[in-house]
């Protein structure tokens, strides 16, 4: 079994990474950073019965990291495709510089729809489709206007794809994690009960692959409570509640 992720070098992408590759998966990580990538490359070792583990160097914020990535999907079919490399882009939008929002609008929508569709041009029944969006496509933290957005868009399109890969034999899942410690003092601000490791939420994520059933999979019982929460509460109150500093 064969699997391309993106950001596979740290945090979600690379406890995906080593997860895979623990259950004989063969891995092509995707990430800018070569030395991490061949790093990542020797802690996962020789590969599984498909062939050696591989990687790729592509900023996906850019159409040209794009277009080699989207080469390597068609010119190869993978059974799996995570699209988990993401961007925030912190801020008061006004107040913060476009070309801050734009290279988060591209990795994080452009470059997980060219994935999307050169992996499904070749993908055959039984593969399937991860796309990391965040609880935050439920409901937006103001603050990270544009983050959010593009959750809610990689939420809502990998909905919209679960139903439509589904004649194919193709599940098609939205990931939606919340606070999760993927960076040394990233959730500092956050009770530590509210922040799941990277590990936990890979392990959601791979129990309902195995499932294959739901098309939106949210980790963890503090972050369902929330998802639900965001449809009961008016959306005013949501909306202070998440921008006051945790
Ligand atoms: N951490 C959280 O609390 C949280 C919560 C909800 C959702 N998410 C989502 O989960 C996903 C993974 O987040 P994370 O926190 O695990 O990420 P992370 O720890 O920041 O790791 C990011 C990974 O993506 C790669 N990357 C970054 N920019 C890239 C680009 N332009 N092109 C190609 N690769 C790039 C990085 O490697 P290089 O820097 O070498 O490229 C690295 O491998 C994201 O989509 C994020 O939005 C995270």
Redesign the pocket.
């Known amino acids: 079994m064969t699997a391309l992720i ?10 995906f990474a080593r997860a895979l590759a623990a259950e004989g998966r063969t891995v092509t990580a ?4 070569e030395r ?2 061949a790093a990542l490359m020797t802690e996962l070792g020789p590969g599984g019965p498909d062939g050696e583990h591989d990687y790729l160097v ?5 159409p040209e ?1 794009v277009r080699t990535v989207a080469d390597a999907l068609a010119a190869a079919p993978y059974e799996l495709l995570i ?6 882009a912190p801020g008061p939008f006004a107040e913060t510089p476009l070309d801050q929002a734009l ?1 988060a609008l591209r ?2 929508c452009e ?1 997980v729809v060219t994935l999307a569709h050169a992996f499904l041009a070749t993908a055959g029944p039984g593969a399937a489709l991860i796309n ?5 496509a439920f409901a937006p933290r103001p603050g990270q206007a544009v ?1 959010s957005a593009t ?1 809610a868009f990689v939420a809502s399109f990998s909905e919209a794809l679960w139903y439509e890969q589904r004649p194919r034999g193709i599940y098609v899942m939205a990931l ?8 040394p003092g ?2 500092a601000d956050t009770p530590a009960a509210l ?1 799941q490791p ?1 590990e936990a939420v890979v392990a959601t994520a791979l129990a309902a692959l195995r499932r294959r059933r739901r098309p939106t999979i949210v980790p963890g019982r503090a972050n369902t409570l929330f998802a639900a929460a965001t449809r009961i509460l008016p959306r005013p109150t949501t909306l202070t509640l998440l921008a006051t500093p945790r």
């Open positions: 993106t950001g596979a070098t740290e945090g979600i992408g690379r406890a995707v990430a800018r950073t991490h990538l592509a900023d996906l914020a850019t990291g699209n988990n490399a993401g961007l925030a290279p990795l994080n470059a990391v969006a965040s609880t935050l983050y959750k939606c994690p919340g606070p999760t410690a993927t960076r990233l959730h922040v990277p």
